[in-house]
């Protein structure tokens, strides 16, 4: 069995590195018949090229030259597949058009949930990460010393691994507009206009940008929502979708523009919720989906196959920023499905809560049998408030909870230390 696997291993090997040469040597027999087609034709060359100036390509850069940068970054096959879908977009009719081999892009971010987008930036070759933008490194653990957030850390780990050297900036604030912090924003915002970018990518960066910013890349600048607009614009829309009782979520990639969350719509993305789906697992789900499915719009849209849409304001919703007391629950009196509502939306902060004898208990765990809550969501999570005769909703398979200053625990070790509390 071991001899097999091994002549199996050598097999597709020796495929592997046929089927490689073959591909360079194409490549390379293409790269010099391009040579040979600009030396004759090409507008940015002698001969023919001021002759037909104007009328031999409808693109920037024209498609010889874009069919040497694809092949120094695709090889045969895919230099094949681009720079033929590229000529038969060529008319002498077509309106003069940018279009790139590869996209140059900014990565904005804050956020340590949304690192895949960076991780997926690297990985995909054909978008060229030239710089990323973040937040200040600050205080952090006992002794208060300063820690670069984890996109900084990422960055850096990456151009260990790779030799690269992509830049990170960290402005405290890109508002010209303010004294204290208008060298960082101008020597940042000089930065950009010196890089030219074809797009501008934020996720979860938490500060807005001004206009000033937003105008400098070629495309424009594309922003990710977690909501389908213009439904839940605004701070929350993850958690609004729970409490609103939706069983599915969705993402928005979008040109921004100076207007909070108002922006053209460039695609939207559904992602079914499932009955034990919390804003955890959800964050989960996005991290792992949307990255992909963005760049993917992004490509379509420097290709000039996507146009952007814009929102209906008359349907327009709006979520607010969240406050604690929002997750303050009464576990004798609100019905089951309000409560699991407030857990799935809450998960991550701040966690629904109660007050018993004058103390917080966290509601850190819940699953539910779904067959049974479909039945009797409408009555409370527990019944009777005396110590002896508290009965836990039959919906409920497993429960964990956290009273202020103790470990969390199980709804059996719970009930134990609620009664002795009320012996007291």
Not at 180 to 205: E, G, R
Not at 339 to 361: D, E
Not at 397 to 423: C, G, N, Q, T
Request: hydrophobic share 45%; net charge positive; glycine share 0%.
């Amino acid at each position: 069995m071991n001899w097999s696997i091994k002549i199996i291993k050598k097999i597709w090997q020796w495929i592997y590195h046929v089927f490689s040469f073959f591909n360079r040597l194409l490549a390379l027999l293409m790269q010099w018949l391009i040579y040979i087609y600009q030396i004759i034709f090409s507008p940015s060359v002698w001969l023919l090229g001021h002759i037909l100036w104007r009328n031999v390509c409808c693109h920037t850069p024209h498609c010889s030259q874009f069919g040497l940068e694809v092949f120094k970054r695709y090889w045969f096959i895919r230099w094949f597949h681009y720079t033929m879908e590229r000529v038969s977009s060529c008319t002498w009719w077509t309106k003069k058009v940018y279009d790139p081999a590869h996209i140059r892009l900014v990565y904005f971010s804050w956020s340590p949930i949304w690192v895949p987008f960076l991780h997926a930036l690297v990985a995909d070759d054909r978008f060229e990460l030239i710089w990323v933008v973040t937040q200040p490194a600050v205080p952090y653990g006992r002794w208060m010393n300063y820690r670069d957030n984890i996109i900084a850390q990422e960055v850096s780990a990456y151009n260990k691994k790779t030799n690269r050297s992509i830049p990170v900036y960290t402005p405290s604030s890109l508002k010209t507009t303010h004294k204290k912090y208008w060298d960082d924003a101008q020597s940042c915002i000089s930065c950009l206009q010196a890089l030219q970018p074809d797009i501008i990518l934020v996720v979860a960066y938490w500060k807005i940008l001004p206009r000033q910013v937003l105008d400098i890349p070629i495309f424009g600048t594309i922003n990710v929502h977690w909501s389908l607009l213009p439904k839940f614009r605004w701070a929350s829309p993850l958690q609004s979708v729970f409490l609103d009782d939706h069983d599915a979520a969705w993402f928005t990639v979008m040109k921004m523009s100076e207007w909070l969350d108002e922006w053209a719509i460039l695609s939207s993305h559904p992602l079914p919720i499932q009955f034990d789906r919390t804003v955890l697992t959800l964050i989960e789900q996005l991290s792992s989906k949307a990255p992909k499915q963005t760049l993917e719009t992004i490509w379509s849209y420097c290709k000039w196959r996507v146009d952007p849409i814009p929102q209906d304001d008359t349907e327009a919703t709006f979520c607010w920023k969240i406050a604690k007391e929002e997750a303050e629950i009464d576990w004798f009196t609100d019905s089951l499905s309000e409560i699991y509502k407030k857990y799935q939306a809450y998960a991550l902060w701040p966690k629904i809560y109660t007050h018993l004898y004058n103390k917080i208990v966290i509601i850190e765990s819940m699953i539910l049998h779904q067959a049974v809550y479909s039945a009797t969501h409408h009555l409370p999570l527990f019944f009777q408030e005396k110590w002896w005769s508290i009965v836990l909703h039959q919906a409920v398979k497993s429960l964990y909870v956290k009273p202020a200053w103790k470990k969390s625990m199980h709804w059996d070790e719970f009930i134990r230390w609620y009664a002795d509390k009320s012996k007291k």
